[in-house]
Every structure is written in structure tokens, then in C-alpha cells.
């Protein structure tokens, strides 16, 4: 009867080892990411495009749900499809936007995300962000007066492949800053994706 209740006693607490081991084993969820937009707006009926270039971050509060993005962009006019006239600073209307979006609706395993780029390799959306992102314009408000200035929708989604999970970042904006950055993907690169512990 003894050697029975020890032999029970070590099987469950060799069961309650394995499977705290297994719950340790378990990969966090990243909740910090940045990284860098790096991609071209087109302007209608331009022979150029906008570029834009610059850092972002995401937060993912565990406790609410929701998540805060962040980005600071410089625009400015690509030097491509313009005269020689135009190749100088003064005619490339470079300018800066701050980009703020706080408690934003997450979603994961989206399937509204943009896809891949046609003849480049297929990622899956893993995380989406949608919510009001305020835009500032060399610091003033967006749109500039004598507009209005008023928040813009703004989806956020994070895209990885089989090697990198989170590799990916897309941002599509909606009225009115869509009518300065366009309706259309802009792309960008996740270089970092830390769990809350580092």
C-alpha cells in the first residue's frame, strides 16, 4: 500500500514537472515592435511620386486589448520622372509627419489585410491594427489650414513568412489623410518584435 502511494506521488509530481516545463516552453507573444516604412506614394496625373521614409513603433497592451502605433515620416518628391530643373531642394516640397494612433483595435490572424506584392513571396497577416491616427505636417496641424484639421482611419498590419514571423508592415490610410499620402499599400519593415519582458 505504501510503495503505491509513492509511486503515485512521484507520477504526478513527475506530470506537474513536464507540464510546467511545457508551459514555460511556450513562446511569448512579442507585444514591442518597430521598425521602418520605406516606400513610394504616386501622385495623380504626376510623371513622380511622394517618397516616404522613416521609423515606427507598436505597443500591444495585454491588459486592454488594444494597442498604440506611432511614426515618423519624412515625404518628400522622388527625384525619378522629373526634369533636371526640378532635381533641388526647393522643388522636391520636403516635409515631415508625425503619425499617432493610441488604443487601437487589434486583431489577430486577420484576413482584410493587403497581400503580398504580386511575384514576391507570400506572408501571412498575423496582427491588424485599426483605429483614428492624428497626423501632423512639419509639426502644424493636417490638413493645413484652411482645412480642418481632423483625425484620419488608419489600418496597421504586421505580415511574416515560415523563417521570420513578423517581417512585414503595411499602412493604408483613410480620408482625408489618403488624400495627401493616397489610398494605396504603403510598405515597410519590421526590424524588431520583443516580448514585454526585454
Not at 516552453?25 to 511620386?49: C, K, L, Q, W, Y
Not at 488604443?103 to 513571396?121: F, G, I, L, Q
Request: net charge negative.
Amino acid at each position: 500500500m505504501r510503495n503505491n502511494s509513492l509511486r503515485w506521488i512521484r507520477c504526478t509530481a513527475v506530470f506537474a514537472l513536464a507540464l510546467g516545463a511545457g508551459v514555460m516552453a511556450e513562446p511569448r507573444m512579442p507585444v514591442h515592435f518597430s521598425g521602418v516604412i520605406n516606400d513610394f506614394t504616386p501622385i495623380a496625373g504626376g510623371t513622380t511620386a511622394w517618397e516616404v521614409r522613416g521609423p515606427w513603433s507598436l505597443k500591444l497592451d495585454e491588459d486592454t486589448g488594444k494597442a498604440n502605433f506611432s511614426a515618423a515620416l519624412t515625404m518628400e518628391l522622388s527625384v525619378l520622372g522629373q526634369s533636371s530643373a526640378n532635381v533641388q531642394a526647393v522643388a522636391l516640397a520636403q516635409h515631415t509627419h508625425q503619425i499617432t494612433m493610441k488604443e487601437a483595435t487589434v486583431t489577430y490572424n486577420p484576413s482584410d489585410c493587403p497581400a503580398n506584392a504580386p511575384a514576391t513571396p507570400a506572408y501571412v497577416s498575423r496582427i491588424e491594427l485599426n483605429g483614428s491616427a492624428t497626423v501632423a505636417a512639419n509639426g502644424g496641424p493636417f490638413p493645413p489650414p484652411p482645412a480642418t484639421p481632423e483625425p484620419s482611419q488608419l489600418q496597421v498590419c504586421i505580415d511574416g513568412g515560415t523563417d521570420v514571423a513578423y517581417s512585414n508592415v503595411t499602412l493604408v490610410f483613410g480620408t482625408p489623410a489618403s488624400n495627401h499620402f493616397g489610398s494605396q499599400v504603403i510598405h515597410g519593415v519590421v526590424r524588431r518584435a520583443d516580448d514585454a519582458h526585454r
